[in-house]
C-alpha cells in the first residue's frame, strides 16, 4: 500500500487549503483513512478520521475548521482546511488501516502565516 498526500503550502491565516492522499495497491474503499499533523518539537496529533462507511471522527480541538472526505472512485481522501490560523502549521500525514495493515503516506508541509 502506498499513500501519496499532496495540497500542502504557504497560506495567509483565514485561508483555506485541501489536501489530497492518494492510495495505490490496495482496494481503497476497505480502507479506513485518518489524517495527523506533526509541528516542530510536539507530538503527532489526530486530525480526522474517515470510516470505510463513510462515518467521520474528529476530535475536539478539530471540530468545525476541518472536513475529512474520500472518493473512492478516485481512490482519494482529502481533508478541507478553513480559517487557518499559525498554529496549524505542521506537516500533515495521512494514514490508511485496513487489511494489508496501517500505512503511512511521505507528508505534506502547510505553514500558515500571520
Known amino acids: 500500500v502506498q499513500l501519496q498526500a499532496s495540497g500542502g503550502g504557504l497560506v495567509q491565516a483565514g485561508g483555506s487549503l485541501r489536501l489530497s492522499c492518494v492510495a495505490s495497491?490496495?482496494?481503497?474503499?476497505?480502507?479506513?483513512m485518518t489524517w495527523y499533523r506533526q509541528s516542530p518539537g510536539k507530538e503527532r496529533e489526530l486530525v480526522a478520521v474517515i470510516g470505510t462507511n463513510g462515518l467521520t471522527h474528529y476530535p475536539d480541538s478539530m471540530k468545525g475548521r476541518f472536513t475529512i472526505s474520500r472518493d473512492n472512485a478516485r481512490d482519494t481522501a482529502y481533508l478541507q482546511m478553513n480559517s487557518l490560523k499559525p498554529e496549524d502549521t505542521a506537516v500533515y500525514f495521512c494514514n490508511s488501516n485496513g487489511r494489508r495493515g496501517i500505512h503511512w503516506g511521505q507528508g505534506t508541509q502547510v505553514t500558515v502565516s500571520s
Open positions: 495497491g490496495t482496494i481503497f474503499s476497505s480502507e479506513i
